[in-house]
């Protein structure tokens, strides 16, 4: 049943691991981003009157984390393959297989994901635990916070992939991957709090983000890694995590469905 | 096995004349053109045979090849294919079913060719020992031993060509669609990939269907043919039926002892006339060849003589004309 599934993930991954050169330029672009972030963050701080609702620690490690996972989080990240096979017309071989498009993509989308991740994510945090104060990567109190990040980011990670379906998904009607991909990667990263972490926006921005989908996927695992959530808050968010990925799925594949349906083959 | 009834479908295609006027006009007013690309085609095809779908660029032929292939739903009409219903049934049905598309790839291009067909082992799900034995038939008679470790994106289009043809069938489909599977190839590829055809026809009774603008391909495989020009279906019967129908005329060639007067054959006209050597072309309909023979020896010495039936190309072009393609 899921062997399909299983073995284009692992043709997936394999092909992602080749691209060092890529990971490795990655890296330094990360670590520059981190740091800028940091400072200016830093600067803020440093004149501020009130007390802030996040401390600096947890701003810093809060960005280390968002720039080491940025393949799991970010919605700009794309397979330009997919919208090829749309545009180009080869979708008709994907269509003559005995598997529903849907989850085959979706499975490409997660390990395409994982490949980047997982060769940027451990030197990235191996190095910033080793920052010297206050540039560095602070560990979560206990233990049991730690899994519920994991879980949390686990659950985030196949939302941003069902999210990120709906782009492809439009580009069935749009043809052109351009739009689709800059709304939503404009709005849903900023609304995902990689810009400024969401407990630092003003009050009135925070309900919209908190109606939206898009901070489940990065703000909130996030901030259970810090610990500026409770583990209560953490696994009731968990459970809010998967309602609103069902939901998604739900109309990814309803909306692939339709857009299926109505297919033209382009180029002959 | 396969039988098609009134398929009809239709394509918006947006249309503006060139310019940036009409450029910026067409943002806020765009014009559209129905294009019928598939007008009421019925047809069936029973088990085993090999279906030569033929026209001109643009008649539908790639279009009724994704109808029966589960990919495009048309306007309206039925198709029942072992059963079921392309479009409806497509995942239960796409199993059985093996399609090569000339001008597009199915392999992963940055891969060895060898993984593209074991993810497609998994996707259709073939058992272990099925798979080893069509795999083995396949590099034996595609010729696949040397490329099958290549990455893609390095093999030459014939090679590609042959490994698509393999990932076809590896799922050991019973029916075949082929989407001009010569395009492209040079002549050692195109017999190869004929008589790859004309054997799984054969030895595993996969029902065909291709399209191409090849005819020798047509010539060499198909039984049947179907002619299909703006979406209508015109011609559907066998290869000599179309010669019978449109290719009554034969040429010949003959060569003589000199001759002084030019020769004379009612029913035949004569293309080219040298003392020693003259070309005829004969319509069958008014004379019978043995009698033309006949009036040639009669009136001249024979040395030699050849006759050549029209080529197919040329009946096509005629029918072609004839219909107003």
Redesign the interface.
Known sequence: MMKPYISVFKLRISNGLQYRAAALAGIGTQFFFGFMFIMIFEAFYAHTSGTPPMTLAEVITYTWLKQAFLAFIVLWFRDDELFQLITSGNIAYELCRPSGIYGLWYVKLLAQRLASAMLRCFPILILVIFLPEPYGLQLPTDFTSFLLFLATLFVGLLMIVSLSMLIYISVFITMSPAGSLLLFSVFGDFFAGLVIPVPLMPNWMQQIVYVLPFHWTADFPFRVFTGNLSKTEALTGLCIQSIWLVGLIAVGKFAMDRALRRIVVQGG | MIRVQGISKS?LVAKRPSGIRHAVKSLFHREYTTVEALQDISFSIAPGEIVGYIGPN?AGK?TTI?VM?????PDRGTCSIMGYTPWLD???Y??N?G?V?G????L?W??PVM?SF??LR????IPPAAYRDTLTLLIDTLDLKDIIHTPVRQLSLGQRMRCEIAASLLHSPSILFLDEPTIGLDAVSKIAVRHFIKTINKEKGVTVILTTHDMNDIEALADRILLIGKGSLLYDGSVQGLRSQFGTRRTITAEYRENAHPLQIPGATLLSWTPDRAILSVDTEQIMMSEAITQLSSQVELLDVTIDTQPIEDIIVQMYKEYQL
């Open positions: 394509f643009g790639s994704k292939s589960g990919i495009l739903v497509r995942v239960p796409v199993q079913i399609v598309f001008q597009r790839s199915q992963w940055d891969v993984d074991e993810l998994d996707i259709y799900k």
